[in-house]
C-alpha cells in the first residue's frame, strides 16, 4: 500500500491537488496532508479539495497536526509525531503515529495508535546527511508490533520489494510523488 505524503514546495510543474489527483489515479490509496505551515482555514480549504479527489478514488486521507481540520472534513485519521501522540487526550479518530525507535512504536502502539510511520529506512533527500535505518529497524519493529508499519525514508522503485519483504504493510513517499506521481505506479509494480 502506498502513502502519498504531501509537500507543495516541492511541486515543481503543476499544484499539489494536480499531483495528488494523478498519484490517486496511479494507485495510491492514502494521502498524509502535511503542511504544517497553513493556518487553519487554509488547511481547511485544501483539505476539502483533497478529500473529494480521495473520495473519488476510494483512497484515504489523513490529516497531520491539525486534529480539528481532521474532525470537521471526516478523515480517516489524524497523524502526529510521537511526542505529540504521548500528551494527546483520547480521541474519536484514527492516530497514525511517526516513531523513530522501537521504543516509541511499542509505546505508540500500547496507547492506541493505528498504525506506525517508521523512518527513515533509507537516506533521502529530505532529510540530507541523516543514515537511514536499514531493514533491520522495520524488522524488528514488525516483530513487535501488530498495528500496520509504514516504511518511509529514501523509498523507490529499487528498493521497495526489499521492505515490503521485511514485514513493512506499506510505504510512504514524499518527494518523488511530489516531483513525479507516476513513481506510485512505478512501486506499485515492484510490490
Do not use: W
Amino acid at each position: 500500500m502506498i502513502y502519498v505524503v504531501t509537500n507543495r514546495k516541492l511541486v515543481v510543474n503543476g499544484n499539489l491537488c494536480d499531483r495528488l489527483e494523478k498519484a490517486l489515479e496511479y494507485g495510491a490509496k492514502n494521502i498524509i496532508l502535511r503542511e504544517k505551515d497553513l493556518k487553519y482555514d487554509e488547511l481547511y480549504e485544501l483539505a476539502c479539495k483533497i478529500k473529494v479527489a480521495a473520495d473519488k478514488y476510494d483512497a484515504r486521507l489523513i490529516v497531520n497536526g491539525n486534529l480539528r481540520v481532521a474532525e470537521e472534513i471526516k478523515a480517516y485519521a489524524y497523524h502526529m509525531g510521537f511526542e505529540n501522540f504521548m500528551r494527546q487526550e483520547k480521541v474519536d479518530i484514527k492516530i497514525g503515529v511517526s516513531v523513530h525507535s522501537l521504543e516509541e512504536a511499542i509505546k505508540a502502539e500500547k496507547n492506541g495508535a493505528a498504525y506506525l510511520l517508521c523512518g527513515n529506512v533509507y537516506e533521502t533527500v529530505c532529510k540530507p546527511g541523516l543514515k537511514g535505518k536499514g531493514l533491520d529497524y522495520i524488522r524488528k519493529i514488525v516483530a513487535k508490533v501488530a498495528v500496520p508499519v509504514i516504511a518511509i525514508g529514501g523509498i523507490s522503485e529499487k528498493n521497495v520489494r526489499d521492505v515490503i519483504e521485511a514485514g513493512a504493510k506499506g510505504v510512504a513517499i514524499m518527494s518523488s510523488a511530489m516531483k513525479e506521481p507516476l513513481v506510485v505506479e512505478k512501486l506499485l509494480r515492484e510490490i
